[in-house]
């Protein structure tokens, strides 16, 4: 087992669930990932996924980010956690079929949120399972918040907090696309890849002020690159990858080098 400083690695809902039929998982990902993630025989690390085709569908139907406005959402709030406990419940098996001893966390368990920012994270079982050599599994998830009631918490912003307040190595998140283009590849063919992002060049884009060149940032990934100001602030390394291809997630997590964007705070 190769052991450095913490690793939290993020896998993006659209890698592992089909992200347009509800409910369905993207079982030869899952399975993939899973053989790249444990033949990386990395540790420390936490994975924390998204919920694509699992979790969105039932939490807007639902209203759930918005908070408690009705009871009738009361059904839907908890059949979002359900969702989400299902995928993840695929994902750690599959981890467990590989032998790497994983371990499921539900981010409502130990996590409040007040206003959908995270307020407190109880984190001594997770320091706890990772002292023993355990790969905690959290996931975005519908959570009890102060302000709100509940809201949902997404997988991007425990990464983020987590990652920081742990003081993490690292942080790769695995996408389905290669990385952070000028625009979002999937609109615009033009799209170009940027290998390198520097803090800087990070806050310029987050404020739109443009910089030295301008990106359009849109949807799911400008969710991210919002969450990653703190880490990389932290002088926290950053690698967003394409986790579709395959071996770019086992590069990645052996620090070899890989296509993708890397944020550095320089
Ligand atoms: P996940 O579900 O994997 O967490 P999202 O689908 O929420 O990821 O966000 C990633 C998506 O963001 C990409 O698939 C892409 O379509 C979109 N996107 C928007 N703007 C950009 C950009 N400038 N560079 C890369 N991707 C972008």
């Not at 918490?153 to 283009?181: K, M, P, W």
């Not at 967003?240 to 070899?256: C, D, H, Q, S, T």
């Amino acid at each position: 087992m190769r052991s450095k400083g913490l690793t939290v690695l993020k896998i993006g809902g659209s890698v592992i669930t089909m992200k347009d039929k509800a409910l369905t998982p993207n079982n030869s990902a899952i399975k993939r990932l899973a053989k790249e993630i444990a033949g990386s025989r990395l540790s420390p690390l936490i994975i924390v996924h998204g919920g694509g085709g699992f979790g969105h569908p039932i939490a807007a139907k639902y209203g759930i980010a918005e908070g408690f406005k009705d009871e009738k959402q009361m059904v839907g709030f908890s059949k979002t956690h359900n969702a989400m406990m299902k995928l993840n419940m695929l994902i750690v098996e599959a981890l467990l079929d590989e032998g790497l001893p994983a371990f499921s966390m539900a981010p409502s368990s130990f996590i409040i949120t007040r206003s959908g920012r995270i307020q407190h994270i109880y984190r001594d079982p997770l320091e706890q399972a990772l002292k023993l050599g355990f790969t905690p599994v959290l996931y975005g998830d519908a959570v009890f918040d102060y302000d709100l009631g509940f809201t949902v918490l997404s997988g991007d912003q425990i990464l983020s907090r987590l990652a920081t307040e742990l003081n993490a190595e690292r942080i790769i998140i695995g996408v389905d696309v290669d990385g952070l283009y000028t625009i979002d590849p999937k609109i615009d063919p033009r799209a170009q890849l940027i290998t390198c992002l520097t803090l800087n060049e990070l806050v310029n884009l987050i404020d739109k002020i443009g910089g030295s060149r301008s990106v359009d940032v849109t949807g799911g990934m400008m969710g991210k690159i919002r969450e990653l100001m703190a880490p990389a602030m932290n002088g926290i390394n950053i690698l967003i990858v394409n986790a579709l291809k395959p071996n770019y997630i086992y590069k990645a997590l052996r620090g070899e080098d890989v296509v993708g964007t890397k944020i550095i705070r320089e």
